[in-house]
């Protein structure tokens, strides 16, 4: 069974940055993509950066392109989300996501965290 464990949201000014941390377990991860995804109030889910745990490839939501930065360490099995220049629309929870294949479909995320907190004030 897949455990997916953020942490690393909190409150932080308009420019600021945050680091978000997922500890994952339960398997092994070589042949899994660890997705970002994240729900304002009143709006849908939606993606933010994904990254392939066998080669490190990444991929973006151009809303965070450039801000954003996704990175895995596999000694750790830890998946992180550097977030800088942060904005007032940032804020959300932000969850944690893993699914079997390589693929960058947003489709298939099968495991889930619980979600952290990330508040950006203007």
């Known amino acids: 069974q897949v455990q997916l464990v953020e942490s690393g949201g909190g409150l932080v000014q308009a420019g600021g940055s945050l680091r978000l941390s997922c500890a994952a377990s339960?398997?092994?991860?070589?042949?899994?993509?660890m997705g970002w995804f994240r729900q304002a109030p009143g709006k849908e889910r939606e993606f933010v950066a994904a990254?392939?745990?066998?080669?490190?490839?990444?991929y973006y939501a151009d809303s965070v392109k450039g801000r954003f930065t996704i990175s895995r360490d596999n000694a750790k099995n830890t998946v992180y989300l550097q977030m800088n220049s942060l904005k007032p629309e940032d804020t959300a929870v932000y969850y944690c996501?893993?699914?079997?294949?390589?693929?960058?479909?947003?489709?298939?995320?099968?495991?889930w965290g619980q979600g952290t907190q990330v508040t950006v004030s203007s």
């Open positions: 990254v392939r745990w066998n080669d490190g490839n990444t």
């Open positions: 339960g398997r092994t991860f070589s042949s899994y993509t």
């Open positions: 996501a893993s699914k079997c294949g390589i693929s960058w479909s947003l489709a298939d995320y099968a495991y």
